[in-house]
Structure formats: structure tokens, C-alpha cells
């Protein structure tokens, strides 16, 4: 079992940035990939980023690349998602969720994941 802890988020104004962290306890996070998600009022969940088990591979949704910047730290236990430039559209509520799988493996289909953090909103204002 993987208890995934998520910090950071909040409300900023268009153009800022923020970090979000998501710090796993129960197992080692070495043998997972981690993606993030994020879900806005009235919207299914989507993908958002993904990083497989070192860290050498990673996959951004289209609408953030080049924004946001998914990264992992395995001897801290902790992946996390830089997101610079900000923009309205960002505002939802971000999950980061793990999925056991094989080393090259980045995920991008939310059902592959086993286990999910606890959300946390991002408010960007115009």
C-alpha cells in the first residue's frame, strides 16, 4: 500500500508559478511511475504529466508542455510539478497518483494508476 501525500497549490494570478509536491509513504516510490491530474468544475478528470520510475521519461498534456515541469526525487520519495506561466485555465483541483509498473512505463491513462493523493486546489486569477 502507497500513501501518497500532496502540498502546495493554492491561489496566485495569472503568470505566476507554483509547486506542487506529492510525497508517497508506506513503500518506496522506485517502482512506480507517477503522473499528475487535475480535475475542474463540471470536467472529468484529465491527464496532466507523467514521469516513469527514474525519471528519464516524461509526458506532458498538450495544453502545459512547455509550462510545466513534472520531476522526481526517489531518494526523497517525492515527485513534484513545477508550473510557471500560470494561466486561468489551469484552475482545478490536482491529484498525483502512482502506478506499478515496468521501468521505461509512463502512464498517461488515468485507470492505470493504483493509488491516488488526497487533491489539491490551484486557483489562477485573471
Known amino acids: 500500500q502507497v500513501q501518497l501525500l500532496q502540498s502546495g497549490g493554492g491561489l496566485v494570478q495569472a503568470g505566476d508559478f507554483l509547486r506542487l509536491s506529492c510525497a508517497a509513504s508506506?513503500?518506496?516510490?522506485?517502482?512506480?511511475?507517477v503522473g499528475w491530474f487535475r480535475q475542474a468544475p463540471g470536467n472529468e478528470r484529465e491527464f496532466v504529466a507523467t514521469i516513469n520510475r527514474n525519471g528519464g521519461r516524461t509526458i506532458y498534456a498538450d495544453s502545459v508542455r512547455g509550462r510545466f515541469t513534472i520531476s522526481r526525487d526517489n531518494a526523497k520519495n517525492t515527485v513534484y510539478l513545477q508550473m510557471n506561466n500560470l494561466e486561468p485555465e489551469d484552475t482545478a483541483i490536482y491529484f498525483c497518483a502512482a502506478a506499478l509498473t515496468t521501468p521505461d512505463t509512463a502512464p498517461v491513462a488515468s485507470f492505470l494508476y493504483d493509488y491516488w493523493g488526497q487533491g489539491t486546489q490551484v486557483t489562477v486569477s485573471s
Open positions: 508506506g513503500r518506496t516510490l522506485i517502482a512506480y511511475a
